[in-house]
């Protein structure tokens, strides 16, 4: 399966809740074909979905010719993943040609509440499914949690349909979580064909395993969020390239295994040019998902 290069926007959410339209104007012409939309405005903190028609995103994703092949949306941090409005995200995103939703995270902590997560994620996915569409988790680093003798991560993976749930791998977060994520995705298979890439600056200012420093501190991360905002600084993330990233050595490995369908930047750094940062990750990107496939 040959791999293609996208975005996700939250690289670009500050431009976005300026000037959604032309943000996206700007992503095309930042050389992005594949994006992957995500559901906040992250300035007024309202849903993007109530303020812009699906005809409109529709249109001007066509007009721009951008492929949403996935967005990042779901019930608000600390909320029941139920109480979401499923029905009405499915027929504005299947509305649009996108067909892959992505929770862009769930706030566990413990044995318990993950089950009840991977309950309710077997019932959105079925929905999911059963309308045309693909249901998705996007990781960070507290998934990897120890619970006994695995993670809250093995206990998703081993209580979810693989029909009904896939994985859409950060792979920083998972070095941030002390594991290697090359491991994490040989374990998953083909229930990954999407990875989120941000690059990690060379001295991070707080611990590159967040989990063990959490340990260290006699944290149990049963507040994720405020963990998060304890362990991880603004400084951590860098453009692509110019961090301790191993990008030659991770992606051989991940064309040699063959299931990964999309590498999407992820740019959360602080750039006094957003727009020429995301250029630079893209030209980034595609020297390692294209290497050796057209010889």
Known sequence: MTMKAGINIFSVYRELGEDYFGTLQKVAEAGYENIELIGFNMKSFTRYI??????????????????????????????????????????YYGGIGCERIVLPSVWISNRENTLRAAEQMNQIGKKMKDNGLQFYLHNHAHEFKSSGNETLFDIL?????????????????VMRAGLDPIAVLRKLGDRCDIIHQKDLAAELKGPLNILEAAEREGDDMSSPFEAYQKY???????????????FAGVYEQIRSMGHVRYALVENEGESVDKFASIRQDLAQIQQFIVAEQEV
């Not at 993976?157 to 977060?173: G, I, M, R």
């Not at 991880?232 to 191993?246: H, I, K, W």
């Open 50 to 91: 109530d303020e812009i028609s699906m005809g409109s995103l529709r249109d001007k994703c066509r007009e721009f010719g951008l492929n949403p092949i996935a967005v990042h949306e779901g019930a608000k941090p600390g909320e029941d993943l139920l109480s979401n409005d499923w029905d009405g995200l499915i027929r």
């Open 157 to 173: 993976l081993e209580n979810t349909d693989p029909s009904y749930l896939k994985f859409e791998v950060d792979l920083a977060w």
């Open 232 to 246: 991880v600084g603004p400084g951590d993330f860098v453009d692509l390239g110019t961090g301790q990233f191993d």
